[in-house]
């Protein structure tokens, strides 16, 4: 049975930070590009960002510079650092396992972010 299971959401201020994991189980987890995605009342999900493996991860324009993601492997777990967080950043953020490959693609069951003074 193949888990995504997100943790470390929670409210914080304007200029704070979060750190967010997602811990993946029943996957050969090297074998999945690893995604965050975040979906705000009333928006699509979007894309903000993406580790093909631990040297190759790209990020969504708003997020650059504020955000960082990691992956251990060896964990089958990956982080996304968000860091100077703004009212904006506020949405459900989603883990995702993706393997075109294997034709997989697997979700978390999202964790709530809130940004708010």
């Known amino acids: 049975q193949v888990q995504l299971v997100e943790s470390g959401g929670g409210s914080v201020q304007p200029g704070g930070s979060l750190k967010l994991s997602c811990a993946a189980s029943?996957?050969?987890?090297?074998?999945?590009?690893m995604g965050w995605y975040r979906q705000a009342p009333g928006k699509q999900r979007e894309l903000v960002a993406v580790a093909l493996n631990a040297d190759n991860i790209n990020f969504a324009d708003s997020v650059k510079g504020r955000f960082t993601m990691s992956r251990d492997n060896a964990k089958n777990t990956v982080y996304l650092q968000m860091n100077s967080l703004k009212p904006e950043d506020t949405a459900v953020y989603y883990c995702?396992?993706?393997?075109?490959?294997?034709?997989?693609?697997?979700w978390g069951q999202g964790t709530q972010v809130t940004v708010s003074s």
């Open positions: 995702n396992a993706d393997s075109r490959l294997l034709g997989r693609n697997y």
């Open positions: 029943g996957i050969f987890f090297s074998a999945y590009a």
